[in-house]
């Protein structure tokens, strides 16, 4: 099955009520353990590459490397760049073999935004490419952090609804007190499903939400990492039962780096440590690429995708 974009997966995910998975890739081993997770169990996925990723590993290395998961798979693919922050960077992408950009200007004021956004679609669209954008920015929500700022900071429903209408954007990353890495909140895990209730209201019916920084920082996986000599005290995600609301409330894209890079580094950190003799790669990248499998199976099971690649 070739490339897709994510209209149509999106278009199923939300007839079926389920989320795909954006997972991102950063090296070979990564990208197997995910697609042969994926493949197992017939989950379509969106397999994302961020600018880190295309600097570590280059554009070119990584697109070949999704290309041959596209050939000895058989489930739908998408290749996503995750939080292009410009024009140009999607532009390379989406010339480079992308189906799907993410032009990430949350940063900026609405009007800049939103002509950015505007921007990448208009050059995205006539090449048959998905354009995910995002509106509101990324932060957990503290005790001590009142309803005012929590409004200055997180997607406003109306903003959202306007910002979809004028930029075209066929995917809208939300903020509702997730955040990206290992240390998401301080207290108690909290995100604001009311407000992702009135985002979903305001916008046209089944629109793709988009949840950033969900990855649930699955205590074993930390665990393992600490047995082994890690120093990651105090982590803490987004638990999977809020993952599942998530979805039943309009997401239809969890994105996940985060666990996988736990369960990666767990695994080496291991063999590392109970195989101190061991210094061929393939001996801790073999079990890294099997916890990246394991961890992936887990959370397509989560999302509800299992299956629905058929
Ligand atoms: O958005 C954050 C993702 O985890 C990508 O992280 O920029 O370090 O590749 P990165
Ligand atoms: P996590 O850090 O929670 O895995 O989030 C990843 C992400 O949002 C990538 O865009
Ligand atoms: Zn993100």
Known sequence: MPLVNSRGLFERAARGGYAIGGFNVNNMEILQGIVEAADEKRS??????SAGARRYARQEYLVHLVQAAVESSSIPIVLH???????????????????SVMIDGSRLPFEENLAMTRRVVEYAHPRGV??????????GIEDDVSVASRDATFTDPDEAAEFV?????????VAIGTSHGAYKFKGEPRLDFERLERIAAKLPPDY??????????????VEIC?????????????????????????????????DLRLA??????????????????????GPAREAV????????DVLGSLGQAD
Do not use: W
Request: some cysteine.
């Open 264 to 285: 990666f580094t767990g695994a080496v950190r291991r063999v590392f440590a109970e195989k101190p003799g061991d210094f061929d790669p393939r001996k801790y990248l």
């Open 130 to 139: 998905t354009v995910e954008a995002e509106l509101g920015r990324l932060a």
């Open 81 to 99: 760049l995750d939080h292009g922050e410009d024009f140009e960077i999607c532009q390379a992408c989406i010339d480079g073999g992308f189906s």
């Open 208 to 221: 793709p939400l988009v949840l950033h920084g969900a990855s649930s920082v699955l205590e074993d996986l």
């Open 226 to 258: 600490n047995r082994y000599g890690a120093e990651i005290p105090g982590a803490r995600g987004v638990p999977e039962d809020m993952i599942a609301q998530a979805r039943r409330l309009g997401v239809r894209k969890v994105n996940i780096d985060t």
């Open 293 to 300: 499998k394991g961890v992936v199976l887990r959370k397509l």
């Open 44 to 49: 379509p996925i969106i397999l994302q590459v």
């Open 165 to 173: 209408e004028r930029s075209g954007c066929d995917s809208l990353a």
